[in-house]
């Protein structure tokens, strides 16, 4: 079985504000850093991190160095990561005093994928094998509609949600990773409760993690439910946390872990991530993430 997550890598320009820049308003910055992020490359590294055997397929441009580099030292494969003229994805992010975030986005090379490349690293992998995706690439639904075929159990963290992603067959998703803002864009109801039923009748077959930022999280699939909470930590930068989350979660569950178990991993690695600056750089280590689950025993 091998992991595949076909998904952005980007180069992100963060910004320390002290309010988000409001319309047609001029703000100065406090500090301004470079980091390494985009979903797809965050969740990469989260799960190579956890102990997971990933392979990453998408797109860098003639400026991808740095992204290749990182990947390939966090051990992530990165034979499906082909280069594109022009510039890499990136991301210009606020950050307030309180660790919030504002996101804008430039896809470059992560909206170049072809069918001819889909089909070439699609081809690597059959029905035994895991497919985790993010929205941050262009062909998702191609995607989506030709691994289904092959019978990979695709993983999707719907993340951001758009018009683009609700063309997608979300009927063939195996396991939805979504936080509430993201449940309330797909379900059009605001209760978690509520969220999850309505899950369940739009896609029956599917399992479904939902995160509630500090009420902790809950599963719901295969007729059984189950609730995490989270952890209070000081929060620097949210950036990546729901990153972190998705590829612990799924590492964890690959690893054979139970349910409830995954969901702790997973909401501990998120925590710590919120404590620390940067997407890339926010990620744990597993071993950290056991130090900090051995506090809370
Ligand atoms: O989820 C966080 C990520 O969203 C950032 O790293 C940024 O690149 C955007 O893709």
């Known amino acids: 079985m091998k992991v595949l997550n076909y998904g952005s890598l980007n180069y992100d320009y963060v910004y320390a504000v002290d309010h988000m820049v409001s319309e047609g308003e001029t703000l100065s910055s406090l500090s301004m850093e470079t980091h390494l992020g985009g979903k797809g490359l965050n969740q990469s590294i989260a799960l190579t991190k956890a102990g997971a055997t990933v392979y990453h397929g998408g797109m860098v441009g003639e400026d991808g160095d740095q992204l290749l580099e990182a990947s390939r030292s966090f051990g992530v494969h990165t034979d499906f990561i082909t280069r594109h003229p022009g510039r890499s994805g990136h991301a210009i992010i606020q950050v307030t005093p309180k660790g919030e975030n504002g996101i804008l986005l430039y896809q470059g090379a992560n909206g170049k994928n072809s069918e001819e490349k889909i089909d070439q690293v699609l081809s690597a992998f059959g029905e035994e094998d895991i497919l985790l995706l993010q929205n941050e690439i ?3 639904g191609s995607i989506i509609d030709k691994a ?5 159990k695709i993983v999707l963290n719907p993340s951001p949600l758009n018009a683009t992603l609700l063309k ?3 009927k063939k998703v195996s396991l939805f990773i979504l936080n509430e803002v993201e449940g309330e864009q797909l379900t059009g109801e605001s209760e978690p409760e ?5 899950m369940e009748i739009l896609y029956p077959a599917s399992e479904v993690v939902l995160t509630l930022g500090k009420q902790g999280s809950i599963y719901a699939g295969k007729g059984k439910r189950c609730r995490g909470k ?3 930590v000081p929060a620097v930068d949210t950036t ?12 964890s569950v690959l690893q054979g872990k139970s349910i409830e178990e995954s969901i702790r991993t997973a909401s501990a690695a998120s925590a710590i991530a919120v404590t620390r600056k940067g997407a890339v750089p926010s990620i744990p280590e597993r071993k950290e993430v056991e130090a900090f689950l051995n506090k809370y025993l």
Do not use: V
């Not at 289904?148 to 990979?152: G, L, T």
């Not at 509520?194 to 309505?198: E, G, M």
């Not at 990546?240 to 590492?251: C, W």
């Open 194 to 198: 509520k969220i999850l039923k309505r």
């Open 230 to 232: 989270s952890f209070s």
């Open 138 to 140: 262009n062909l998702l």
């Open 240 to 251: 990546a946390a729901g990153d972190t989350y998705t590829g612990y979660f799924l590492a």
């Open 168 to 170: 997608c067959d979300l």
């Open 148 to 152: 289904y075929e092959k019978h990979m």
